[in-house]
């Protein structure tokens, strides 16, 4: 999915899933649009759920569109739930070492490729801290976290990843500024490695920005933040609409539409409708 991506220089979404409505939201949006998707859980997500149940939602419901829908397990540090969502069907993980030396990130990232490879699951790896906005960064530090493009090419010769997380300045969370991104990070990466990007931290920045990130090679563009504030504005703005009325249904309606209009977007703009 993200090869194609990258070669046809447009990027697939990759959607952070919270529940049975937003998962059902994300693949009827990529059905409708025709559209390649990726549904994301993060680490806490699954623990709330359990590994089975999360796959048991998305096998019914990837199982009635024709479009590929991948399942990626985002941001993991912890080797067990990595093996436990392998073995429960996921299709795609991250292992996310990036808070450890260079030397252990590798070993990590390698183990896990170890891990993965016989049951036919990708990997991504990040090198470098994607931080959060929360982090409050001053700009000496925030270059520091950046991935270095030499080290970038050493860890991808190293490690045969399917996608590839370097840090390029963008964040986690609700920007409060004007992200600063490292496009000449971002195009040494991209050409270097040859492996495709992942956007992290895609909530909040422009559409200029998204499309030049693409065009210089992110091929997996991670959406979390807005379909939470999707997910809750979608609640608060029925009910403070609809005070007396306590339909359970007509509130999950309302989620769903709230999360499928940004989610269409998305997809729109990233290129990929259409490349199913
Ligand atoms: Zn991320």
Same mark, same amino acid.
């Given at each position: ?7 046809? @220089? ?19 949006? +990529?059905?409708?649009? +025709?559209? =390649? ?8 997500? #699954?623990?709330?759920?359990? *590994? ?16 590929? #829908? ?7 540090? $912890? ?21 450890? *030396? ?9 183990? #896990?490729?170890?891990?993965? @490879?016989?049951? $036919? ?17 001053? #700009? ?26 370097? +840090?390029? &300045? ?6 409060? &500024?004007? *992200? ?15 492996? =495709? ?13 998204? @499309? ?35 339909? =359970? ?28």
């Amino acid at each position: 999915m993200l090869s194609k991506a990258a070669a046809g @220089r447009y990027a697939v979404g990759a959607f952070n899933v919270l529940d049975y409505n937003s998962t059902k939201a994300v693949v009827q949006a +990529a059905e409708e649009l +025709a559209a =390649p998707v990726i549904l994301q859980t993060s680490a806490k997500t #699954v623990t709330f759920w359990g *590994p089975r149940a999360l796959v048991g939602w998305v096998t019914e419901l990837a199982g009635r569109v024709k479009v590929p #829908v991948a399942l990626h397990l985002d941001h993991c540090k $912890d080797l067990d739930l990595i093996r436990d969502c392998i073995e429960a069907g996921w299709t795609s993980v991250m292992i996310d070492a990036s808070a450890r *030396p260079f030397e252990e990130n590798l070993a990590l990232s390698r183990q #896990v490729v170890e891990m993965a @490879r016989p049951k $036919d699951v990708t990997v991504e790896a990040e090198l470098g801290a994607i931080v959060g906005v929360e982090d409050e960064l001053h #700009v000496k530090e925030q270059d520091s976290h950046l991935a270095d493009p030499r080290q970038a090419m050493e860890f991808c010769a190293k490690v045969k990843l399917d996608c590839f997380a370097p +840090a390029i &300045g963008t964040a986690h969370g609700i920007y409060k &500024g004007e *992200p600063k991104i490292a496009y000449h990070i971002l195009q040494e990466v991209a050409t270097s490695t040859r492996v =495709p990007i992942a956007l992290h931290g895609g909530t909040g920045l422009s559409d200029e920005v998204f @499309r030049r990130c693409i065009a210089l090679g992110c091929a997996k563009v991670n959406i979390s933040t807005q379909i939470k504030y999707a997910f809750i504005d979608g609640f608060v703005g029925y009910h403070n609409a609809h005070s007396t009325q306590y339909d =359970p249904l007509k509130v999950l309606q309302a989620q769903f539409d709230e999360m499928k209009k940004g989610i269409a977007g998305n997809i729109k703009l990233f290129g990929s409708a259409g490349k199913a």
